[in-house]
């Protein structure tokens, strides 16, 4: 008969020879997400980075104010409907921008931050805004290209029906 | 005596298990915001190509004053595609070198990664300041 605590120390044994199969095949473990150390050079392109990224959120943000001048205040001569359907684009496009250029601004600043104070919280919350940037824009270019479609079919079919 | 704390600390940043998920979100992101830039641009260039005869036409048609700097325009066109391929490729590059650093944990890619990223919001930022600037330019010529 086998002891009991053989029959551990053989469970035991198989774990550990499993847990260093799935190391050595999976390189993604969780162990290995530590080798990514933001050092000198990481750190000079981050900083760069986060500089221009805050200089194109800054200017888009003002591109943005400028873009809402322009449709209440320019265009004066065109009639009501060119008027309105000018607001309501500039109004679109301006929402879109700021909510884009917020990310990016949170991006540049918490990376700065981050880097700066060396904090790890202010750094992941950077990363994390520039996801959600991209994610952003990706989303808005699918509901562009989506309405850009919807209006082609619904003025292919007005065109069609005259 | 008292002894004085370095003001360095004891732990240097890292590429975290939450940061190194974000980095492949936003890679996968952007890789996805790229693509559709090469397709837009592939369209404005194509357009630009074929087209490039009939803009000047039209151009010397509307305005006569202007009909000699047709070529220049369309020359100043294909410059600004350019900018925004680079812009572009600068994105995509970005997005697959950061997705290969994060899966092999390989530091010299990542490198690449982040050069491309700051290569990326560099033109970005100077297209930005030009364009701002003419936009200004335009609205307060409108308006006075």
């Known amino acids: 008969m086998v002891p009991f ?8 044994n198989n774990r550990s020879k499993a847990l260093q199969m799935d190391t050595n095949t999976n390189p993604n473990t969780s162990d290995n997400l ?129 | ?34 693509i559709i830039y090469f397709i837009g641009l592939g369209f404005f260039l194509l357009g630009l190509t074929f087209g490039s005869a009939m803009i000047v036409t039209a151009l010397a048609e509307k305005m006569p004053l202007m009909a000699a700097s047709g070529g220049l325009i369309i020359g100043a066109l294909f410059i600004v595609a350019a900018i925004y391929v680079f812009i572009a490729i600068q994105l995509y590059r970005y997005c697959t070198l950061m997705r290969a650093a994060i899966d092999r944990q390989d530091l010299p890619t990542f490198h690449e990664a982040l050069k491309a990223l700051k290569n990326y919001f560099l033109v970005s930022g100077v297209v930005a300041l030009l364009t701002f600037a003419w936009s200004l330019f335009t609205t307060l010529s409108s308006l006075f």
């Open chain 2, 1 to 34: 005596m008292e002894q004085q704390l370095p003001n360095e600390p004891l732990f240097e940043l890292q590429v975290d298990h939450d940061s190194g998920t974000r980095f492949k979100e936003s890679a996968k992101w952007g890789q996805f915001v790229a």
């Open chain 1, 34 to 162: 530590f080798d990514l150390a933001i050092d000198d050079t990481a750190r000079s392109l981050l900083k760069t980075a986060a500089t221009w990224a805050k200089i194109v959120a800054i200017v888009g943000l003002a591109g943005a104010a400028l873009a809402v001048i322009e449709a209440f205040a320019g265009n004066r001569a065109a009639g009501s409907m060119t008027i309105a359907s000018s607001v309501l684009i500039a109004i679109v496009t301006v929402v879109f921008s700021v909510i884009l250029n917020i990310f990016l601004l949170r991006f540049a600043s918490n990376i700065q931050s981050g880097l700066s104070g060396m904090n790890q919280a202010n750094f992941n919350e950077g990363v994390n805004s520039l996801a959600l940037y991209l994610k952003c824009m990706g989303i808005f270019i699918i509901v562009a290209i989506s309405l850009a479609i919807l209006f082609v079919l619904i003025f292919s079919a007005f065109m069609g029906m005259r």
């Open chain 1, 5 to 12: 605590y053989y029959t551990q120390l053989t469970i035991l």
